[in-house]
Structures are given as structure tokens and as C-alpha cells.
């Protein structure tokens, strides 16, 4: 599906973290981070960084550029609202159907009902909302039987999916929408913020650092990539790709939307994720329920690792950073010396691969402590979230190995707590730094345990097999 022809009147605008070398003659960035020599015809196309599809070159331009992940689609128009349905699965929880129902008045609605204690009654429901029918299971089957079971009773060109524990924003649709002018789309998702920014410790926690929230950055889905899987609370989607795909796989009680994401992938297909449109999410906020529900999702890791074994790595990072890390961490100061050397020969090839694109040697520098840094933080996340059943054994019987979990935890927890403080500008409903750490500890905690009991059941250690480049 790549290599469908957009439309003429589509642009594709160049991401603001991509460097321009050699004034215009090659590109770095993306991810994962490449560099694109640009032939001069290109560099004249693309002029101030925006480029509009006219003809086939324009169009495979652009596509190139939306492939190597260095461009972000900026369509004109997309699909009409009259070809969506929005599709809901509920169960047990009549107050938050009602309450999503009153904002989707000029929607189609197909309403499924997963065996409900309290049966969802349509003629209830059409109070609020013309156009809109009920399907009941019998038998509770779960999330993903319920949004096919919708799917195959919609019959437009696109639906959207929509749990029923969240509210649209306005103008979410359109955002999402126009996305599908490019043929290559079959899924497109909004941003899920917090329907609530204050209230508890752990909701204000939630506001920040929700697993629903993809963050602000604009995205081509793929995995290992800035946004690899759209969650299913909020997505919108081509009927025709997924009846082809066969819908959400049903043997997944959880994960199935990172399943149907990157099976979608594999066949081709663009993925693409919206910050602008905006749905918000009633996070869950009492303990054991938040508790619970982050262990439910790391269960999924491990069905995942064996649908996807190349898709699903609590770290991947080249071998050499791997030594560094380890060396700097663990080892005596010879091994903290050869550490550094290692680093240096590590830059010295990325500035041999860059060779000719112009850059200054503080650039080089730059890119290569970027990659050093990025490794490290990705390690110490791995040793506080996926590993730390053995880290925590680790810190019990070596004082070494307790250094460096107490490192891990502290630098990856104030890490994580201000890159995320400007997400509340309410003062009254930002987190403070100590109970930020705490839950984001208990988080880990939790999907820890998810993660650790799914590789048990699944009896694979593919959730914990770290990806290691050459």
C-alpha cells in the first residue's frame, strides 16, 4: 500500500527535528535516525522544507520522504463523517455510554454489548441518538470480539472505535479523517488525554504519564519507531482493511490493538498517528484498580513476543553501547576507560558514515552522545520496569549492582518527571517530584509482574530478550 499515488494538492512538510545539510542537498532524522542525499531535482521540489503533490514525481517524493519518516502528511480535505460509523463496546458501564452518546449526535452508532450485568436497552439509547443500533453478546467475549462484532455490521467506508469511558474532544474527527486521503492509510488515531488533570496523587500522575497518552509529536506508526502501536480506546480505520485482515485477533485479551496494528504493517499498510485531535480518557484512579489494570497490560508482552518476535524488545541497542553501558556501570576503572575509548571509536565510524554531509565535528559529537545518552536511558528503563525481579535480586546480594539500580531508578524517574511537567500548566494539578517517582515505581512494579506472569503462562522469554544491533 506504499506505493499508492497520492492525490495532486497533497503536501508532506518536513519534521522540525530533521537537519538540513549542505543547504538542502541531504536530510538526517527520522526514526531510526538515516540520512537521505537528495538528488538537486528534489532539493528544488522541496524548497522551504514543504512540498506539494502536482504529478509522479511530486507524488514519489513524497512518498519517499513519508516512508523514511523525515515528513509529516499535511492532506487538504479528507473522507466526509457521513462514511463513519462509530462503533462502542461497553460492558458495565451504562453512565459512561450515556455520556459518549450525547457528543456523537451526527454519527452513526453501533453500540455492542459485551454481556452487561445492566442490558443496554436501544430504546434508552435512542432518546439520546437517532441513527443508532445494539448488539448484545449472550456471553462476555471481550473487548476485541466486540469491536468486530460491530465491524461487521457497519457498513460504511470507515469506522471509528470508541471505549466507552471516553469523550471526543471537538474537531477530533476531522484530524483524524484527513489522514485517509492518502490510499495507503488504513488506521489513523488521536492523542487520549486526561479527562481530569487534578483529583489524587495517582490521577494528576495519570495526566502526565497515562500508557493511552502517545505524547505530542506527530507520528508514523511502526514499532521501535517515536509511536509504535495506537490503542484501541480511540482509533479510526479503512472497514475494507481490516474485514481483509480479518479484525482484531480474539484470542488477545489485551493487546489486541497493538496485534491489529502491527499485522497491518506488515502487510504494507500506513499507520499514522494525530495529536491534534484529542478524545479524553476516565483514567482509573483508585489503587488496586490502577494497579491492576497496569499489570493486564504487561500480560500482553508476552502473546505479543510470540505473534510479533520481531516487534516487541525491552531494549534494542547496538552492541557496542551495550558494552559501554555495562562497562561504565559494573566495571573496574580500566573497564570505565575502555568504556570511553569505545565511545570515541563509535563516533569516529558515525562520522566516517556521515563523511561528505557537511557536518562540524561538534555535530558529530552531538549525534554520537545522543546515541550514547538514548542507550542509557533506554537501559535503565529496562532495569527498573522489565527486569527488576532480577535487579532487585541483583541489588539484594551485590552492593555494585544496588549502585546501579538506585542510579537507574533516580535518573530514569527525574528524567521522566521533567520532560513531562510542561504536559499541566495548572500549578494546582502538576505532580511533585516524590510522588511522581513513587508511582512511577508501582507502575513498573505492576507491569513488571503482568509481564513476568505472561512469560510464565506463554512459557517464552521473548518480552525479555533484548534486541542487540550489530
Known sequence: M???????????????????????????????????R????????????????HDAVTARLARMLLDATVAHPRPMTGPSHRDVTVI???RDNIAGLHRLIQTLRDLPVIVVDDASTQTVDRADLAVMHDDIQVVRHRVSRGPAAARNAGLATCQTEFVA?????????????????????????????????????GGNAI??????????????????????????????????ARRSALIDLGGFDEALSS???????????????????????????????????WLTRR??????????????????????????????????????WSGKVLAVLMAAFGARRIAAALD?????????????????????????????????????????????????VVTAVLVDGVTDWFSRAHIVIDRSERIGLLPFLLLRRLDDLAYGAGLWWGVVRERTLGPLRPRIRS
Open 2 to 36: 506504499s506505493d499508492s499515488r497520492l492525490p495532486d494538492g497533497f503536501a508532506v512538510q518536513l519534521d522540525p527535528r530533521v537537519r538540513t545539510l549542505r543547504d538542502g542537498a541531504a536530510l538526517l532524522g527520522g526514526a531510526p535516525t538515516r540520512l537521505l
Open 38 to 53: 537528495l538528488t538537486p531535482t528534489a532539493q528544488s521540489l522541496l524548497g522551504e522544507g514543504r512540498l506539494t503533490v
Open 88 to 90: 462502542i463496546p461497553v
Open 161 to 197: 472505535f470508541l471505549d466507552s469511558d471516553v469523550i471526543p474532544r471537538p474537531g477530533w474527527l476531522d484530524a483524524v479523517l484527513k489522514h485517509f486521503s492518502d490510499p495507503a492509510v488504513a488506521l489513523a488515531a488521536p492523542r487520549i488525554e486526561a479527562l481530569s488533570r
Open 203 to 236: 490521577g494528576r500522575y495519570e495526566a502526565v504519564r497515562s500508557s493511552l497518552d502517545l505524547g505530542t509529536r506527530e507520528s508514523r506508526v511502526l514499532p521501535y519507531g517515536t509511536v509504535a502501536y495506537l490503542p484501541s480506546a480511540a482509533m479510526v
Open 255 to 289: 493487546g489486541e490493538d497493538v496485534d491489529l496494528c502491527w499485522r497491518l504493517i506488515d502487510r504494507g499498510a500506513g499507520v499514522r498517528y494525530e495529536p491534534s485531535g484529542l478524545v479524553a480518557h476516565d483514567h482509573r484512579t483508585l489503587l488496586r484498580k
Open 295 to 332: 499489570a493486564f497490560y504487561g500480560t500482553s508482552a508476552a502473546p505479543l513476543s510470540v505473534r510479533h518476535p520481531d516487534k516487541i524488545a525491552p531494549v534494542m541497542v547496538s552492541g557496542r553501547m551495550l558494552a559501554v553501558w555495562l562497562l561504565l556501570a559494573v566495571g573496574p
Open 356 to 404: 561528505g554531509a557537511g557536518l562540524r565535528p561538534q555535530d558529530i559529537g552531538v549525534i554520537a552522545m545522543e546515541g550514547i545518552v538514548g542507550a542509557g536511558m533506554q537501559l535503565a528503563s529496562a532495569v527498573c520496569r522489565h527486569y527488576w525481579p532480577a535487579s532487585l535480586l541483583g541489588a539484594i546480594v551485590s552492593k555494585r549492582c544496588r549502585r546501579v
